[in-house]
Protein backbone atom coordinates (compact mmCIF):
# COMPACT_ATOMS: atom_id res chain seq x y z
CA UNK A 1 0.00 0.00 0.00
CA UNK A 2 1.13 3.65 -0.74
CA UNK A 3 0.53 5.18 2.76
CA UNK A 4 -0.91 4.17 5.93
CA UNK A 5 -4.53 5.57 6.87
CA UNK A 6 -5.44 7.29 9.93
CA UNK A 7 -7.86 9.51 11.24
CA UNK A 8 -7.62 13.42 10.73
CA UNK A 9 -6.76 15.91 13.30
CA UNK A 10 -8.67 18.51 12.24
CA UNK A 11 -6.33 21.42 14.14
CA UNK A 12 -3.05 19.84 13.33
CA UNK A 13 -3.85 18.62 9.47
CA UNK A 14 -6.47 21.77 7.94
CA UNK A 15 -3.43 23.70 7.04
CA UNK A 16 -0.89 20.98 6.15
CA UNK A 17 -3.72 19.83 3.92
CA UNK A 18 -4.23 23.09 2.54
CA UNK A 19 -0.88 23.58 2.00
CA UNK A 20 -0.14 20.42 -0.14
CA UNK A 21 -3.17 21.34 -2.26
CA UNK A 22 -1.85 25.34 -2.80
CA UNK A 23 1.28 23.95 -4.09
CA UNK A 24 -0.61 21.71 -6.47
CA UNK A 25 -3.21 24.06 -7.69
CA UNK A 26 -1.20 23.86 -11.37
CA UNK A 27 -3.43 20.71 -12.00
CA UNK A 28 -6.29 22.07 -11.93
CA UNK A 29 -7.91 25.58 -13.75
CA UNK A 30 -7.60 28.66 -11.35
CA UNK A 31 -10.85 29.75 -11.84
CA UNK A 32 -12.58 26.79 -12.16
CA UNK A 33 -16.27 26.93 -10.34
CA UNK A 34 -16.35 23.08 -10.39
CA UNK A 35 -13.33 21.82 -9.16
CA UNK A 36 -12.00 24.60 -6.80
CA UNK A 37 -9.17 24.11 -4.80
CA UNK A 38 -10.47 24.13 -1.42
CA UNK A 39 -9.02 26.51 1.51
CA UNK A 40 -7.73 26.31 5.00
CA UNK A 41 -11.27 26.92 6.06
CA UNK A 42 -13.13 24.60 3.76
CA UNK A 43 -10.77 21.54 4.65
CA UNK A 44 -11.10 22.52 8.34
CA UNK A 45 -15.10 23.13 8.18
CA UNK A 46 -14.91 19.20 6.47
CA UNK A 47 -12.97 17.62 8.63
CA UNK A 48 -15.35 18.75 11.35
CA UNK A 49 -17.99 17.56 9.92
CA UNK A 50 -19.17 14.31 11.85
CA UNK A 51 -18.30 12.50 8.76
CA UNK A 52 -15.48 10.14 8.24
CA UNK A 53 -12.14 12.05 8.09
CA UNK A 54 -9.02 10.28 6.68
CA UNK A 55 -5.21 11.30 6.11
CA UNK A 56 -2.75 8.86 3.98
CA UNK A 57 0.44 9.20 5.76
CA UNK A 58 4.00 7.81 4.63
CA UNK A 59 6.20 5.92 6.50
CA UNK A 60 7.76 9.52 7.71
CA UNK A 61 4.60 10.43 8.67
CA UNK A 62 3.94 13.26 6.19
CA UNK A 63 0.79 13.03 4.38
CA UNK A 64 0.27 12.13 1.28
CA UNK A 65 -3.49 12.51 0.78
CA UNK A 66 -7.14 12.74 2.70
CA UNK A 67 -10.62 11.34 2.05
CA UNK A 68 -13.42 13.24 3.31
CA UNK A 69 -17.10 13.33 3.02
CA UNK A 70 -19.58 15.10 2.60
CA UNK A 71 -23.50 14.11 2.92
CA UNK A 72 -27.07 14.98 1.79
CA UNK A 73 -30.54 13.37 0.78
CA UNK A 74 -31.63 14.37 -2.20
CA UNK A 75 -35.39 14.88 -3.65
CA UNK A 76 -35.69 11.26 -4.09
CA UNK A 77 -34.95 9.99 -0.97
CA UNK A 78 -31.51 9.43 -1.72
CA UNK A 79 -28.71 9.26 0.68
CA UNK A 80 -25.86 10.52 -0.80
CA UNK A 81 -22.13 10.50 0.75
CA UNK A 82 -19.68 12.09 -1.48
CA UNK A 83 -16.48 11.33 -1.01
CA UNK A 84 -13.77 13.68 -1.92
CA UNK A 85 -10.43 11.83 -2.21
CA UNK A 86 -7.30 13.92 -3.05
CA UNK A 87 -3.56 12.47 -3.04
CA UNK A 88 -0.53 14.51 -4.03
CA UNK A 89 0.80 14.05 -7.60
CA UNK A 90 3.36 11.32 -7.85
CA UNK A 91 4.34 8.05 -9.04
CA UNK A 92 1.99 6.28 -6.30
CA UNK A 93 -0.95 8.53 -6.76
CA UNK A 94 -3.45 6.25 -7.98
CA UNK A 95 -2.50 3.60 -5.19
CA UNK A 96 -2.78 6.20 -2.33
CA UNK A 97 -6.58 7.38 -3.73
CA UNK A 98 -7.88 3.67 -4.12
CA UNK A 99 -6.82 3.21 -0.91
CA UNK A 100 -8.53 5.94 0.63
CA UNK A 101 -11.16 5.59 -1.41
CA UNK A 102 -11.87 2.28 0.12
CA UNK A 103 -11.38 3.37 3.61
CA UNK A 104 -13.71 5.71 3.36
CA UNK A 105 -16.47 3.95 1.77
CA UNK A 106 -15.61 1.48 5.04
CA UNK A 107 -15.67 3.92 7.69
CA UNK A 108 -19.26 5.01 6.09
CA UNK A 109 -20.66 1.06 5.78
CA UNK A 110 -19.89 1.05 9.66
CA UNK A 111 -21.26 4.08 10.28
CA UNK A 112 -24.46 4.09 8.54
CA UNK A 113 -27.69 2.53 10.12
CA UNK A 114 -28.99 -0.59 9.55
CA UNK A 115 -31.08 -0.77 6.67
CA UNK A 116 -30.24 2.45 5.29
CA UNK A 117 -29.70 2.63 1.34
CA UNK A 118 -26.85 5.37 1.11
CA UNK A 119 -25.55 6.18 -2.77
CA UNK A 120 -21.50 6.80 -2.65
CA UNK A 121 -20.87 9.41 -4.84
CA UNK A 122 -17.18 10.57 -6.13
CA UNK A 123 -16.25 13.26 -9.09
CA UNK A 124 -13.53 13.15 -12.08
CA UNK A 125 -12.12 15.94 -14.33
CA UNK A 126 -12.17 15.75 -17.99
CA UNK A 127 -8.55 15.44 -17.69
CA UNK A 128 -8.48 12.71 -14.84
CA UNK A 129 -8.72 9.23 -17.20
CA UNK A 130 -6.91 7.32 -14.18
CA UNK A 131 -9.04 9.01 -11.69
CA UNK A 132 -12.18 7.79 -14.10
CA UNK A 133 -10.49 3.96 -14.27
CA UNK A 134 -10.14 3.73 -10.93
CA UNK A 135 -13.81 4.59 -9.82
CA UNK A 136 -15.08 1.97 -12.36
CA UNK A 137 -12.61 -0.70 -10.81
CA UNK A 138 -13.96 0.22 -7.51
CA UNK A 139 -17.57 -0.52 -8.74
CA UNK A 140 -18.88 2.66 -9.40
CA UNK A 141 -20.69 3.82 -12.42
CA UNK A 142 -21.12 7.52 -14.19
CA UNK A 143 -24.70 8.83 -13.62
CA UNK A 144 -23.78 12.03 -15.35
CA UNK A 145 -22.08 15.20 -16.53
CA UNK A 146 -21.11 18.73 -15.28
CA UNK A 147 -20.12 21.27 -18.17
CA UNK A 148 -18.10 24.36 -17.16
CA UNK A 149 -18.55 27.35 -19.11
CA UNK A 150 -17.02 30.65 -19.61
CA UNK A 151 -18.80 34.38 -21.78
CA UNK A 152 -16.27 34.62 -24.72
CA UNK A 153 -18.90 37.01 -26.12
CA UNK A 154 -20.95 39.52 -24.50
CA UNK A 155 -24.57 39.26 -25.96
CA UNK A 156 -27.20 42.33 -26.61
CA UNK A 157 -29.58 42.74 -24.07
CA UNK A 158 -32.81 39.86 -24.37
CA UNK A 159 -36.57 41.65 -23.57
CA UNK A 160 -38.71 40.68 -21.32
CA UNK A 161 -41.80 38.69 -22.27
CA UNK A 162 -44.65 40.73 -22.04
CA UNK A 163 -46.68 40.81 -18.78
CA UNK A 164 -43.25 40.09 -16.99
CA UNK A 165 -41.48 42.47 -15.08
CA UNK A 166 -38.02 42.67 -13.60
CA UNK A 167 -36.58 43.69 -10.08
CA UNK A 168 -34.13 42.57 -7.02
CA UNK A 169 -34.67 40.08 -4.28
CA UNK A 170 -35.23 41.31 -0.78
CA UNK A 171 -34.56 39.41 2.54
CA UNK A 172 -38.14 38.51 3.05
CA UNK A 173 -38.59 36.73 -0.50
CA UNK A 174 -36.87 33.54 0.41
CA UNK A 175 -40.38 31.72 0.67
CA UNK A 176 -41.52 32.82 -2.57
CA UNK A 177 -38.05 31.51 -3.97
CA UNK A 178 -38.28 28.25 -2.21
CA UNK A 179 -41.47 27.61 -4.33
CA UNK A 180 -40.09 28.67 -7.45
CA UNK A 181 -36.91 26.63 -6.99
CA UNK A 182 -39.51 23.88 -6.50
CA UNK A 183 -41.46 23.84 -9.27
CA UNK A 184 -38.32 24.72 -11.20
CA UNK A 185 -36.69 21.65 -10.32
CA UNK A 186 -39.50 19.19 -9.46
CA UNK A 187 -38.76 15.77 -10.63
CA UNK A 188 -35.05 16.33 -11.92
CA UNK A 189 -32.92 13.63 -10.40
CA UNK A 190 -29.93 14.08 -8.54
CA UNK A 191 -31.27 17.35 -7.10
CA UNK A 192 -32.06 18.78 -2.92
CA UNK A 193 -34.37 21.38 -3.25
CA UNK A 194 -33.97 24.44 -0.60
CA UNK A 195 -35.85 25.03 1.86
CA UNK A 196 -36.96 28.45 2.98
CA UNK A 197 -34.54 28.64 5.58
CA UNK A 198 -31.52 27.93 3.56
CA UNK A 199 -32.72 30.55 0.76
CA UNK A 200 -32.98 32.51 3.57
CA UNK A 201 -29.28 32.29 4.41
CA UNK A 202 -28.44 33.08 0.57
CA UNK A 203 -30.32 36.17 0.59
CA UNK A 204 -28.39 36.75 3.42
CA UNK A 205 -25.32 36.65 1.92
CA UNK A 206 -25.84 37.42 -1.60
CA UNK A 207 -25.47 40.60 -3.41
CA UNK A 208 -29.23 41.44 -3.89
CA UNK A 209 -28.46 44.01 -6.84
CA UNK A 210 -27.00 40.74 -8.30
CA UNK A 211 -29.90 38.42 -7.17
CA UNK A 212 -32.87 39.23 -10.14
CA UNK A 213 -36.70 37.89 -9.71
CA UNK A 214 -39.20 37.64 -12.59
CA UNK A 215 -42.73 37.71 -11.67
CA UNK A 216 -46.15 38.22 -12.95
CA UNK A 217 -49.66 38.33 -11.58
CA UNK A 218 -49.14 35.27 -9.90
CA UNK A 219 -46.01 35.64 -8.26
CA UNK A 220 -42.42 34.78 -9.02
CA UNK A 221 -41.79 32.84 -12.24
CA UNK A 222 -38.10 33.17 -12.78
CA UNK A 223 -34.40 34.29 -11.07
CA UNK A 224 -31.13 34.70 -11.96
CA UNK A 225 -28.15 35.59 -9.56
CA UNK A 226 -24.42 35.67 -9.72
CA UNK A 227 -21.02 36.42 -7.12
CA UNK A 228 -18.66 39.05 -8.12
CA UNK A 229 -15.44 39.63 -6.75
CA UNK A 230 -12.33 41.39 -7.84
CA UNK A 231 -12.82 41.23 -12.10
CA UNK A 232 -14.71 37.47 -11.90
CA UNK A 233 -18.12 36.54 -11.36
CA UNK A 234 -19.97 33.54 -11.42
CA UNK A 235 -23.70 32.88 -12.86
CA UNK A 236 -24.42 30.61 -9.52
CA UNK A 237 -28.85 30.24 -10.27
CA UNK A 238 -31.26 30.59 -13.32
CA UNK A 239 -34.44 29.35 -13.11
CA UNK A 240 -37.66 29.58 -15.42
CA UNK A 241 -41.12 28.28 -13.86
CA UNK A 242 -41.92 25.87 -16.86
CA UNK A 243 -45.54 27.64 -16.96
CA UNK A 244 -43.44 30.09 -18.64
CA UNK A 245 -40.64 28.43 -20.51
CA UNK A 246 -39.85 29.22 -24.05
CA UNK A 247 -40.96 32.70 -24.40
CA UNK A 248 -37.61 34.02 -23.92
CA UNK A 249 -37.31 34.66 -20.26
CA UNK A 250 -34.27 32.76 -19.62
CA UNK A 251 -32.19 34.91 -22.18
CA UNK A 252 -33.79 38.05 -20.46
CA UNK A 253 -32.72 37.18 -17.06
CA UNK A 254 -29.32 36.11 -18.28
CA UNK A 255 -28.29 38.98 -20.46
CA UNK A 256 -29.60 42.11 -17.24
CA UNK A 257 -27.34 39.87 -15.15
CA UNK A 258 -24.31 39.90 -17.56
CA UNK A 259 -24.69 44.10 -18.27
CA UNK A 260 -25.32 44.34 -14.46
CA UNK A 261 -21.79 42.09 -14.14
CA UNK A 262 -20.41 44.70 -16.95
CA UNK A 263 -20.62 47.45 -14.95
CA UNK A 264 -19.25 46.33 -12.06
CA UNK A 265 -15.92 45.26 -14.07
CA UNK A 266 -16.32 41.55 -14.10
CA UNK A 267 -13.85 40.63 -17.13
CA UNK A 268 -14.11 37.15 -16.71
CA UNK A 269 -17.81 35.21 -16.25
CA UNK A 270 -18.27 31.65 -15.36
CA UNK A 271 -20.68 28.83 -14.69
CA UNK A 272 -21.64 25.40 -14.56
CA UNK A 273 -24.25 23.27 -15.49
CA UNK A 274 -25.72 19.79 -16.18
CA UNK A 275 -24.56 18.12 -19.26
CA UNK A 276 -27.71 16.32 -19.99
CA UNK A 277 -29.26 19.43 -20.39
CA UNK A 278 -32.86 18.61 -18.51
CA UNK A 279 -34.23 22.42 -18.76
CA UNK A 280 -32.22 23.42 -21.82
CA UNK A 281 -29.77 25.72 -19.68
CA UNK A 282 -26.76 24.44 -22.18
CA UNK A 283 -28.04 25.47 -24.70
CA UNK A 284 -29.18 28.38 -23.85
CA UNK A 285 -25.57 29.59 -22.22
CA UNK A 286 -23.99 28.14 -25.74
CA UNK A 287 -26.54 30.40 -27.71
CA UNK A 288 -25.73 33.60 -25.34
CA UNK A 289 -21.92 33.51 -26.14
CA UNK A 290 -20.52 31.29 -23.29
CA UNK A 291 -18.09 28.33 -24.61
CA UNK A 292 -17.27 25.27 -22.71
CA UNK A 293 -14.05 25.25 -21.02
CA UNK A 294 -14.56 21.66 -18.81
CA UNK A 295 -16.16 18.51 -17.45
CA UNK A 296 -16.77 17.23 -14.48
CA UNK A 297 -18.04 13.16 -14.17
CA UNK A 298 -20.00 12.40 -11.32
CA UNK A 299 -19.94 8.52 -10.52
CA UNK A 300 -22.43 6.36 -7.81
CA UNK A 301 -21.98 3.52 -6.43
CA UNK A 302 -25.01 2.49 -4.01
CA UNK A 303 -23.38 0.82 -0.75
CA UNK A 304 -26.29 -2.17 -0.07
CA UNK A 305 -25.39 -5.37 -1.42
CA UNK A 306 -27.06 -6.20 -5.05
CA UNK A 307 -27.57 -2.47 -5.76
CA UNK A 308 -27.14 -0.69 -8.68
CA UNK A 309 -25.48 2.87 -8.96
CA UNK A 310 -28.13 4.51 -7.16
Do not use: C
Not at 91 to 116: C, K, N
Not at 226 to 240: I, N, P
Amino acid sequence: MAAVITPADRDRDAAILAGLRADSAAEIDPYSTLEAVPTAADLAGALGSGHPALIARGQDDRIHGYGLVRGWVEADGTEVRLLDVWAVPDGRRTETESALFEAVASAIEQLSPAGHRIVLGANSRDDEQDRSDLLRRLGFAPTFDMVELELTERPLRSPLPNGIRLRTARPDDAEAVSRLLARVWAGRPYFTPPGPDQVEDWLAEADLELYLLAENEAGLVGLASAEFGGDRAEVDDLGVDPAVRGRGLGSALVTDLLDRLAERGATRVRLHTEGHDPAGALRLYLRLGFTIVGRSHRFRRALWPGAGPG
